[in-house]
């Protein structure tokens, strides 16, 4: 599967970002889909998770309530809407994919991987 990232981009706090996901490649419907991101300094951490029909979905704490995930099986898309944006959410938005068919947490369950897209908040 490829994944192409995109949408990133610079925003005043308090600002909204739509970032989207493409996928190729292989049957995009079965995947369990999740966004990752890595900021200035720091480890990558799970954002948000969807399961393979788009009807179960998690997120992280810190962005809960403020950011969104949705997917599209039809066009192979997802994505992930960032609202309420504040300095600590700058950061490389990474999209992945798994066979598992879950949005996990964790990093190690999705073999596939996107290039990143590049989100700064900042005034």
């Known amino acids: 599967v490829q994944l192409q990232a995109s949408g990133g981009g610079l925003v005043q706090p308090g600002g909204s970002l739509g970032l989207s996901c493409a996928a190729s490649?292989?049957?995009?419907?079965?995947?369990?889909t999740g966004w990752f991101r890595q900021g200035p300094g720091k480890e990558r951490e799970f954002v948000a998770g969807?399961?393979?029909?788009?009807?179960?979905?998690v997120c992280a704490d810190s962005v809960k309530g403020r950011f969104t995930i949705s997917r599209d099986n039809n066009n192979n898309m997802v994505y992930l809407q960032l609202n309420s944006l504040k300095p600590e959410d700058t950061a490389v938005y990474y999209c992945?994919?798994?066979?598992?068919?879950?949005?996990?947490?964790?990093?190690?369950?999705?073999?596939?991987w996107g290039q990143g897209t590049l989100v700064t908040v900042s005034s």
């Open positions: 490649g292989r049957p995009f419907g079965s995947y369990g």
């Open positions: 969807i399961n393979w029909r788009g009807d179960s979905t």
């Open positions: 992945a994919v798994n066979s598992r068919g879950w949005g996990t947490s964790n990093s190690a369950d999705y073999p596939y």
